[in-house]
């Protein structure tokens, strides 16, 4: 059976009451000061999150997620960081309250990862706690975050595993703190099955500080206006947030949008058979159904895709984005529980995006990405003012690992590789940046290499000129790390053999790769998705990733903005010529204004 997941409103969850408070006007200024401290108190748990952590990922690239939640899940805000995270964590705490609902107690603190109960994979580790007020469970604190290593049969990251029990620890709904008495013995368990156990414990640690400090914001809240009042404010907020999403899907026209079809890679095992992502838009009055029907089987990997933790967020955080996006949209618009209610996503039952228990979906990244993507593409033609062509959308997590000194213990280090944006309407692509769901940041290379032993020779834009359009892609990032110890090198990646395309008469961009010793007689061309590589000592990775694609026709680009690109060398004159119709006079380097008026009215129309 096929599944359809929307938010649960108004369904009580095993024990659990659905409303411990009265409903209760609120005034305008107290409901904007409310809302403002829940949208502070998300970015302060976000804060202590990231701040606090060992592990790079984390403390670096700020892969994490925070914010509180009702009883049932539904989120009241939630912090300024990765989409997938923030917007998973409502479908961690409906796995958690199928095995905990009406067993709370204060000061319990719960650990999940299991992706087949609402983790976004497994090495998210979300710890949620519950929040109390005069006795009642009225809430919950809750943060997630991509800790090193969590077991499994390799380090770090993994692809070619046989089941989810290969992948990782799996964490089920477990009270780390009972009633406010730590579980020692259950966490020693839990580090002693990871390569990183120091890490390991200082994310845990951090996570549960992240919690803390939401229950403790949350009850001083309570405590100044009282729990109506607050819960109330809470409830217009998102009736509000869904009231402004409904009023731009109103604006759409009814109808059915499909995506071109997109291909993944491969899955890691079965090489250069790619994998088909079929995504078609459902625009039916004020509501959106994300339909992935047609999209890859399954597959005997860990590419597939938690459906609920992972599935859902993205197709509601693609819609949000789109239509309310904040630079277009004057008003404040909090992300909640509101932005959730409009949009539903369907996948069939053992596919790439559904599977099937028991198969592995730890590596799903790259395939949300691409299925946020598709959404944009689909919606381009009919809401071009706010739709971008096509991006990177493959997140590049790859993982180096080894023994360190002492024969014993591994080092485990993941890094997120820069992608970038397509065009859209009025602006250029943005250049290497981590590009749509992931919303991470770069790890500083000074960082790196202080701690491992990997120096980086090369990091810098891809050499190629960008996507051509009126709006010109975004330009991906190369780098290059010399290995200075015999490494592990496992990635999740996808180059996107099917370069992102381009929107409204732009050009498409260009695929990325990944060459061992490039340059040299050694040159190897790798696989985006890697189980445990070995690359050895004195050996160099080159990674490239993606370029965006060009958003509308490049003729009728600014021909000043063409030159300022040739003066900062992403054209040269004869690209500008060629893909622009722009003429450039070599000895000024300066327009030639009526050469370009010449040669782009001659142009033969497409």
């Known amino acids: 059976m096929a599944k359809s997941l929307m938010p649960r409103e108004g369904v009580s969850l095993a024990g659990t009451a659905t409303r411990t408070w009265n409903t209760v006007e609120v005034d305008p200024i107290t409901l904007r000061v409310i809302g403002g401290a829940l949208n502070s108190m998300a970015k302060e748990m976000a804060q202590v999150l990231y701040r606090m952590a060992y592990s790079s990922l984390i403390r670096e690239a700020e892969d ?5 939640f009702d009883v049932n899940g539904r989120e009241l805000c939630e912090s300024d960081s990765t989409p997938m995270h923030c917007g998973s964590i409502p479908a961690y705490i409906r796995g958690i309250n199928r095995r905990l609902a009406g067993t709370y107690q204060e000061g319990d603190v719960i650990l999940h990862n299991h992706p087949y109960h609402g983790a976004a994979h497994s090495p998210d580790y979300g710890v949620v706690i519950p929040i109390f007020w005069e006795g009642v469970h009225i809430g919950f604190a809750g943060c997630t975050g991509h800790v090193s290593d969590v077991g499994g049969n390799f380090p770090g990251l993994c ?47 951090a996570l549960i500080a992240s919690a803390r400090i939401g229950e403790k914001r949350f009850r001083e809240l309570l405590g100044k206006y009282g729990l ?32 071109p079809i997109g291909y993944l890679d491969d899955d890691g095992k079965n090489r250069d058979t790619p994998l088909e992502v079929r995504v078609r838009v459902q625009v039916d009055g004020e509501d959106v159904l994300i339909d992935l029907t047609g999209s890859n089987d399954q597959v005997p990997t860990a590419f597939n895709v938690p459906f609920e933790g992972s599935v ?54 790259s395939q949300v990405n691409r299925v946020f ?21 493959a997140l590049c997590a790859i993982a180096y690992s080894g023994l360190a000194a002492d024969g014993e213990s591994y080092w485990v280090y993941i890094e997120i590789n820069e992608g970038s944006y397509g065009a859209r309407n009025g602006k250029d692509g943005m250049d290497a940046v981590d590009s749509l769901m992931a919303n991470t940041r770069n790890n500083p290379i000074e960082e790196t290499e202080l701690n491992h032993a990997m120096r980086a020779e090369r990091y810098e834009l891809r050499g190629e000129s960008p996507a051509p359009g009126q709006w010109r892609g975004g330009i991906g990032s190369v780098r290059t790390w010399l290995m200075q110890t015999d490494t592990y090198f496992g990635s999740e990646a996808d180059n996107r053999n099917d370069a992102p395309a381009g929107a409204l008469g732009g050009s498409a961009g260009v695929s990325g790769s990944f060459i061992r010793n490039p340059g040299t007689p050694e040159e190897e061309v790798l696989y985006s998705k890697v189980t445990q590589e070995v690359i050895r ?56 204004t009526a050469g370009t008026e010449a040669l782009r009215a001659a142009r033969v129309p497409a």
């Open 228 to 259: 109506d009042v607050v819960m109330s404010a809470a409830e217009r907020w998102m009736d509000y947030s869904e009231e402004m999403l409904r009023s731009r899907i109103r604006e759409i026209p009814d109808g059915s949008y499909e995506a």
């Open 373 to 393: 993507d598709s959404i944009n593409l689909a919606l381009a033609p009919v809401v071009p003012h706010n739709a971008i062509a096509g991006s990177s959308a």
């Open 64 to 68: 994490l997620g925070a914010g509180i």
């Open 537 to 592: 000592a004195g050996e160099r990775l080159e990674i490239k990733m993606p370029s965006g694609g060009g958003f509308g026709d490049p003729f009728r680009r600014d021909p000043q903005a063409v030159l300022s690109d040739v003066w900062d060398e992403y054209l040269t004159a004869e690209e500008a010529r060629r893909d622009y119709g722009v003429v450039i006079d070599t000895g000024t380097w300066t327009v030639d």
């Open 312 to 365: 859902l967020p993205v197709a509601v955080s693609a819609i949000r984005t789109i239509l309310l996006d904040e630079e277009l949209t004057e008003e404040f618009v909090p992300q909640n529980d509101g932005c959730f209610r409009p949009v539903r996503a369907y996948a069939p039952e053992g596919s790439i995006f559904n599977p099937n228990f028991p198969a592995s979906c730890f590596a799903r990244f």
């Open 159 to 205: 692809m070619d595993v046989v089941d989810v029990w290969a992948e990782a620890k799996l964490m089920n709904a477990m009270k780390i703190y009972d009633s406010g008495v730590r579980n020692e013995m259950l966490i020693q368990h839990i580090l002693d099955n990871v390569r990183t156990p120091e890490q390991n414990l200082g994310d845990l640690e």
